[in-house]
């Protein structure tokens, strides 16, 4: 079997995927460092947002169970590569035009 190198990225972003779908059901829901800090001093009630996020709290809209969890997590780890893609691209186009 021959496999061209510019599509054996694909194999461990699939890998990724299904670790975090895996593990992300073993993730802990207590509030983190931050988090448990702010309600001890007890300014989260005062937390306010300029940005609503798509996914909050890697939470799907009206989906609340780890499903939901599970396939924002995948869809921010194939945004997240698929820029990465897009820049690698880009800048190994202009360094190939830099180079002639």
């Known amino acids: 079997m021959n496999m061209s190198n510019k599509h054996v990225w694909w194999f461990p972003l699939a890998g990724i995927v299904v670790a975090?779908?895996?593990?992300?059901p073993l993730a802990s829901s207590l509030p983190d460092g931050l988090e448990r800090v702010a309600e001890m001093v007890g300014f989260d009630q005062r937390e306010h947002s300029l940005y609503r996020a798509p996914f909050h709290d890697y939470a799907l809209?009206?989906?609340?169970?780890?499903?939901g969890e599970?396939?924002?997590v995948a869809f921010g780890i194939a945004?997240?590569?698929?820029a990465m893609l897009l820049i690698g691209k880009s800048?190994?186009?202009?360094?190939?035009?830099?180079?002639?």
Do not use: D, H, Q, Y
């Open 20 to 24: 975090t779908a895996i593990l992300l």
């Open 61 to 67: 809209p009206r989906v609340e169970n780890k499903f």
């Open 70 to 72: 599970v396939v924002s």
């Open 79 to 82: 945004l997240a590569a698929g």
């Open 91 to 100: 800048l190994a186009r202009s360094k190939a035009r830099s180079e002639r």
